[in-house]
């Protein structure tokens, strides 16, 4: 699933673009030290294929429902990693700006949990050493399958990650988790059959296509994506970790009664291992994140009623004003 | 209508609105990108139970497509289209979160509720801004400002290739999938039929990939692809780009449904 | 003037894998001549006007562009000679806008940019397609594509012109106007075409192909009048094949009113 703005802290969007952008700067550089000419309208064309393959949906067997090609995996068996990222990066910026389909400052969440994984972890740590040189077309269709499942786990995972450290939705990691990881099981089973039954054809029609992403592996992008990912995020995660465990027994606790005690303490528990695990600067807060959280805290459970009043009185004449000054300056078109 | 001829004609019909000459399209793409990207971090900056505060912020995407000349309608519905992944996961505040925050007399809203409508509130404004944006830029001057701002070839040149060949392979597969349904007699398409499907279609996509780098090998392409594309970055823009933030800055700075609100009842 | 003198001399050519699509192409082309090269698919009709441009090089004879052997050091320079327009317009029209696709060319020669916009505004005008300078390709029809095309290849001023299969795909009025701006040019044009009333109407000389090899190499009348010929390259003869020039000119009068 795509990541959308209004569940997004500028923080934390701020940090997978950054992610993002380090390993799609490394890839266009590698990209331009190869000099193949070949790859500018190869990409584009591909990319184009990826969109247009994306609407075309196929019926899963055994179930009643059908599935469709994400196409990040396929790109990096095509075109080798580097060429993938730039490829589905240009995929989901046509997505985010014509069918709102994450949002902007959320491209750069997106790019990393549906181009980065799939071509820097899924593709060469699972895809390659299973599926080998491609002869074997069971194994094609094993790495093809595993590779796209453990990616769009991780993928998953990242959208959990990203959403919990925003701070917008009152949804718990655990609960979050559990929504998430196995309908995205789900979906990479279907996009690992999917990129296979593609991959095993052109495999028997053009088996030279196949050939063109051999070369040199560089992890450099993916070094340094996650470099900077886990530089900022070891320092959000420590805050969400020492913030948020209040705010999540607060919700547990009104969502479900005190029985909640004990896995409440386990998230906690391993919250606290985590923050232990990553935090680079234990102590680093986002100045902005506290500033925000106290006035919430402060304004609940001290429930104002002069204010609240206040606030929906001048909220409405706010978008009385807004909506005029909008239709005034059409109107004078 | 296939999705894809739906997806497409989405494609065209922005294009088309973005490729008419309004005051908005006159402003250099760069300024646009750049307001609406600091839009977009204003409005996420807000905390989650912001919803007046957030009110002004409002006029930001309603004078653009004032300004654009941008359809409110077919906005809206691109609007509701994308709406599900929101509301999936906002959905859930007002069941867990369910402190009142609220109180009008006897009626008690829970925070829950207060955040959803905040959560529904960002979406409308920073997928009403995107969409305004691409509204009123166009691939092409978007492309070229993505580059003039930094954003390495690569990248840019990708994109332009990718959205000029969409609307190509998009026909190509969308005959592909028509004429084979004509042939199914109502069954879907199994995985049997859709591995050579869109296998064909790949490889003809590496074919006309091909071709494509013939054609322009055959006019000089030397790997370096120049471009006429000139920007202007005039005195209105720089106004454009500072008056628009000084107003995301006062709307952080300042909560003026607020005060406003309160002003009317101490004056009432 | 000999720059403007296309010859091959026994030129052969197969795929890689293996099948031979040429096998001893001879012929000579003089300035100005409009020659269509007809035959079946697979004949080998596109084959070999990738040679007249060297998108491919001749495995064994030799290609001549004036007094330059297409080879891959020449190529370069003979692509400013010969402009080649392809058969789908979407391969050649990759740029975001009419404008930019036709000025591809020029910035490519390494032409200032003043320079490169007047060639390309003349271009556009020559071929009638000035009203689409800021069109995005994707919005035009298939005759408008074809237009843009030549005139992305003329804003090079080639002085030999390559076109295969410019008139496949467009309706009639797309098609006469494409004859007739044809036919204003002076270039030497080499045209592979199924539209045998377009090599009628344009063409003075016409080449069949006929599995790599030339079968015959003389007038349209000639070579339309030969039946046995048609037959075995699996040709067959346009409506009016021996129809006068000018009862073509009043069709097309008609068709346009």
């Known amino acids: 699933m795509h990541m959308a703005d209004a569940l997004l802290s500028p923080a934390v969007g701020g940090v997978m673009w950054l992610a993002s952008g380090a390993a799609l700067a490394a890839s266009g550089r590698r990209l331009r030290r190869n000099a193949d000419d070949r790859l500018v309208p190869l990409m584009g064309v591909i990319g184009a294929f990826v969109f247009a393959a994306q609407m075309i949906n196929f019926a899963i067997p055994g179930t009643g429902s059908s599935g469709h090609l994400g196409g990040g995996l396929l790109l990096a068996i095509l075109l080798g990693p580097h060429a993938a990222l730039v490829v589905i990066a240009s995929v989901l910026t046509v997505q985010a700006l014509f069918f709102a389909d994450g949002g902007l400052l959320a491209l750069g969440a997106n790019i990393f949990n549906l181009g980065v994984l799939p071509c820097f972890v899924a593709y060469p740590l699972l895809y390659r050493p299973i599926a080998g040189d491609g002869t074997s077309s069971r194994r094609v269709a094993l790495g093809a399958a595993v590779a796209a499942i453990v990616g769009l786990q991780l993928g998953a995972l990242g959208v959990v990650l990203q959403t919990i450290a925003s701070g917008i939705t009152s949804l718990p990691a655990s609960t979050f988790l559990l929504l998430m990881l196995p309908v995205h099981l789900a979906i990479g089973l279907v996009e690992g059959l999917a990129t296979a039954a593609i991959v095993l054809f052109v495999r028997r029609a053009r088996p030279d296509l196949l050939q063109r992403s051999t070369g040199q592996r560089s992890l450099k992008p993916l070094l340094a994506a996650f470099g900077v990912a886990a530089l900022l995020t070891g320092g959000a995660l420590s805050w969400f970790a020492a913030q948020d465990p209040d705010g999540l027994e607060w919700s547990i606790e009104h969502a479900a009664g005190a029985e909640l005690a004990a896995p409440n303490t386990a998230t906690h528990g391993t919250l606290r291992r985590l923050q232990q695990a990553l935090s680079f600067l234990p102590d680093y807060a986002l100045p902005k994140a506290r500033a925000e959280e106290t006035p919430a805290e402060s304004s609940w459970p001290n429930v104002d009623p002069e204010t609240s009043l206040a606030g929906l009185v001048g909220g409405a004449l706010t978008l009385a004003v807004v909506s005029l000054l909008g239709f005034g300056l059409r109107r004078r078109r | 209508m296939s999705r894809i001829d739906a997806a497409l004609r989405e494609l065209r019909s922005l294009e088309a609105l973005a490729a008419r000459d309004t005051p908005l399209a006159r402003v250099d793409p760069r300024a646009k990108v750049l307001v609406t990207m600091a839009f977009i971090v204003t409005v996420v900056s807000f905390d989650r139970y912001s919803i007046a505060a957030l009110l002004p912020l409002a006029l930001f995407p309603m004078a653009l497509a004032a300004l654009g000349d941008v359809p409110a309608a077919p906005l809206a519905r691109k609007l509701l289209a994308a709406a599900p992944f929101a509301l999936f996961v906002g959905i859930f505040n007002p069941l867990l979160d369910r402190a009142p925050m609220l109180v009008y007399g006897d009626l008690a809203i829970a925070a829950g509720w207060v955040s959803f409508a905040s959560i529904l509130l960002r979406f409308a404004l920073t997928v009403g801004a995107a969409l305004v944006l691409v509204a009123a830029t166009g691939m092409h001057p978007l492309c070229a400002a993505l580059g003039r701002l930094g954003v390495p070839q690569v990248f840019t040149v990708q994109l332009l290739f990718l959205f000029r060949y969409a609307f190509v392979l998009g026909a190509e597969a969308s005959r592909m999938t028509v004429a084979r349904e004509l042939r199914s007699c109502g069954r879907g398409m199994a995985l049997a039929a859709y591995g050579p499907l869109l296998g064909h279609l790949l490889l003809r996509a590496f074919e006309r990939a091909q071709r494509i780098h013939l054609a322009m090998l055959a006019r000089g392409f030397d790997g370096e692809l120049r471009s006429l594309w000139a920007m202007r970055w005039q005195g209105r823009d720089t106004l454009f780009v500072l008056a628009w933030c000084a107003y995301f800055v006062l709307v952080r700075a300042i909560d003026m449904p607020l005060a406003a609100g309160r002003l009317l009842l101490g004056a009432a | ?257």
Not at chain 3, 80 to 101: A, C, H, I, K, W
Not at chain 3, 167 to 195: K, M, Q, Y
Not at chain 3, 227 to 242: D, E, K, T, Y
Request: aromatic share 4%; hydrophobic share 45%; glycine share 8%.
């Open chain 3, 1 to 257: 003037m000999s720059h403007h003198l296309v010859e091959t001399r026994d030129l052969s050519f197969a795929y890689p894998d293996g099948t031979p699509a040429l096998r001893g192409i001879n012929c000579r082309f003089v300035h100005g001549e409009a020659v269509a090269i007809v035959g079946a698919n697979g004949a080998g009709k596109s084959t070999l006007l990738l040679h007249f441009n060297g998108l491919l090089l001749a495995q064994s004879g030799e290609v001549r562009i004036g007094e330059l052997p297409v080879t891959a050091g020449t190529r370069a320079q003979i692509q400013r000679t010969v402009g080649y327009v392809f058969q789908d317009s979407d391969d050649q029209l990759f740029m975001p806008t009419v404008e930019e696709d036709v000025a591809f060319g020029p910035l490519n020669m390494g032409l200032p940019s003043v320079e490169v916009k007047a060639r390309a505004r003349a271009a556009l005008e020559r071929v009638g397609a000035a009203h689409l300078a800021t069109r995005a390709p994707y919005r035009l029809s298939g005759g408008e594509k074809r237009a843009v095309a030549i005139a992305g290849v003329m804003a090079m001023l080639p002085s030999i012109l390559v076109l295969d299969e410019p008139s496949a795909g467009l309706d009639p009025a797309a098609r006469w106007r494409l004859i007739e701006l044809l036919r204003s040019f002076t270039h030497t044009r080499i045209v592979a075409t199924h539209d045998l009333e377009l090599v009628r109407e344009l063409c003075s000389r016409v080449l069949v192909l006929h599995e790599g090899r030339v079968e015959a190499d003389g007038t349209p009348r000639e070579v339309f009048a030969d039946a046995a010929l048609l037959a075995r390259c699996h040709l067959a003869a346009p409506a009016s094949a021996v129809a006068a020039p000018c009862d073509a000119a009043a069709a097309a009068q008609q068709q346009r009113t």
